[in-house]
């Protein structure tokens, strides 16, 4: 098993649509999560940390389900902008800074 | 404020011949990591120096990388000899301190795309 695993994509999806992505990671110990966004052919950037039970910001909402070792991001009203790849991201805290990434899942908006 | 530079951003050599790539963190950025992606794949940990000490370089093919961060600042990660599966982006990353959950953010360079022929 992948220590973390998302969807395969790719996700075509029309502009203003709502499209949710999710991941499953392997370690129980595992603390900290993150969703990463990463443009074609430049280098992953942060999008949103998840610390607790999930937190929102503007369009998107990130979930985690620790029973579960679930980790969802949601885009609300895509925009064309959104096209890239999603990254899930988890930290083992053990490990100090160590992040462990999905394989992605790419997103593209059309008009 | 300056973000992580990398150099070279491209190069192609052939198997069997050695690469070197080097990186510079953002200033006061106590943690350097160096990531492999291959293509359709997410970043993979190569190795990770806090200040100019090694944290973890288990996942490191130590055969035939190497990596150095001498005065805990810039770093130069070496391939020698580069074989045709080490095509990929190399990525750099820093961390204020990998170790306080409060300054996990890593930013990355732009990255240096190999190509193995």
């Known amino acids: 098993r992948k220590e973390v695993e998302q969807d395969p994509g790719p996700f075509n999806v029309p502009e203003g649509a709502t499209v949710a992505f999710n991941c499953t990671y392997s370690?129980?110990?595992?603390?900290?999560f993150f969703w990463y966004r990463q443009d074609c052919r430049k280098e992953p950037k942060l999008l949103m940390s998840?610390?607790?039970s999930g937190n929102e910001d503007g369009r998107f909402t990130a979930q985690l389900n620790r029973a579960s070792q679930y980790i969802s991001l949601l885009i609300r009203d895509s925009k064309l902008s959104d096209s890239a790849t999603y990254l899930c991201?988890?930290?083992?805290?053990?490990?100090?800074?160590?992040?462990?990434f999905g394989q992605g899942t790419e997103l593209s908006v059309k008009p | 404020e300056a973000g992580v530079a990398q150099s070279p951003r491209y190069k192609i050599i052939e198997k069997r011949q050695s690469v070197a790539f080097w990186c510079n963190p953002i200033?006061?950025?106590?943690?350097l990591y160096w990531y492999q992606q291959i293509l359709g794949q997410g970043p993979k940990l190569l190795i990770q120096?806090?200040?100019?000490?090694?944290?973890?370089d288990s996942q490191l093919p130590k055969d035939r990388f190497s990596a150095e961060r001498l005065k805990g600042v810039d770093s130069t990660l070496k391939i020698q000899p580069a074989k045709l599966e080490d095509s990929a982006v190399y990525l750099c990353?820093?961390?204020?301190?990998?170790?306080?959950?409060?300054?996990?953010?890593?930013?990355f360079g732009p990255g240096t795309r190999l190509t193995v022929t």
């Open positions: 200033s006061g950025h106590a943690t």
């Open positions: 370690n129980s110990a595992s603390q900290s």
């Open positions: 998840v610390y607790s």
């Open positions: 990353a820093s961390s204020l301190d990998g170790w306080d959950r409060r300054t996990y953010e890593q930013y």
């Open positions: 120096f806090q200040n100019n000490g090694v944290v973890d």
């Open positions: 991201v988890v930290n083992e805290d053990n490990q100090g800074g160590k992040l462990i």
